[in-house]
T-cell receptor, first 111, second 115 residues
Framework: QKEVEQNSGPLSVPEGAIASLNCTYS??????FFWYRQYSGKSPELIMS????GDKEDGRFTAQLNKASQYVSLLIRDSQPSDSATYLC???????????FGKGTMLLVSP | DGGITQSPKYLFRKEGQNVTLSCEQN?????MYWYRQDPGQGLRLIYY???????QKGDIAEGYSVSREKKESFPLTVTSAQKNPTAFYLC??????????????FGPGTRLLVL
């Protein structure tokens, strides 16, 4: 069984705040984890990938992975209205060459 | 410019009609994927191909067919057997086939509507 769970939101934050997006997965052996951003009517674009426990930072984005808790998160610092989108979590389950996607969390950043 | 192209952007299907969605990539990627996205839903895998002349069913393959005659191309046919085809169809590709899943990059998508 391969499941990826995300809170559908919307998550509303004011401009300049930190947005925290969370994702849990069912396959304990999963090795690769991805965050995608999807604007309304557009295709997903990669934000971050993470493979090891801990934090990975890229500009205003930080991905956090905790394999023991089967939990991956995305932090967006200094949130901007242009960050308003749906954020998809994707996981590579053990033994598969495919990704399982969560349903996404909608983020709304208000000016 | 390197990238993944999908055509058409919008496609209208009549009842009982088969339609084919195009996906082309010039990134020299080995693996290609087709997903379906319904409103408020995540991406569901239809078919994928890791090498030319070979492909595997995903989670929702019924009513769809694919071919992979060239590395660059992975067309998807939505057959008349697919009773609820209205959705946003996304094609993706990855740089190489490996035990370690590489990042998938997406094309712009095709929106299919039923007349």
């Amino acid at each position: 069984q391969k499941e990826v769970e995300q809170n559908s939101g919307p998550l509303s934050v004011p401009e300049g705040a930190i947005a925290s997006l969370n994702c849990t997965y069912s396959d304990r052996g999963s090795q690769s984890f991805f965050w995608y951003r999807q604007y309304s009517g557009k295709s997903p674009e990669l934000i971050m990938s993470i493979y090891s426990n801990g934090d990975k930072e890229d500009g205003r984005f930080t991905a956090q992975l905790n394999k023991a808790s089967q939990y991956v998160s995305l932090l967006i610092r200094d949130s901007q209205p242009s960050d308003s989108a749906t954020y998809l979590c994707a996981v590579n389950p053990t033994g598969y060459s495919t990704l399982t996607f969560g349903k996404g969390t909608m983020l709304l950043v208000s000016p | 410019d390197g990238g993944i192209t999908q055509s058409p952007k919008y496609l209208f299907r009549k009842e009982g009609q088969n339609v084919t969605l195009s996906c082309e990539q010039n990134l020299n990627h080995d693996a290609m994927y087709w997903y379906r996205q319904d409103p408020g839903q995540g991406l569901r895998l239809i078919y994928y191909s890791q090498i030319v002349n070979d492909f595997q069913k995903g989670d929702i393959a019924e009513g769809y067919s694919v071919s992979r005659e060239k590395k660059e191309s992975f067309p998807l046919t939505v057959t008349s057997a697919q009773k609820n085809p209205t959705a946003f169809y996304l094609c993706a590709s990855t740089p190489r086939v490996a035990g370690h899943q590489e990042t998938q990059y997406f094309g712009p998508g095709t929106r299919l509507l039923v007349l």
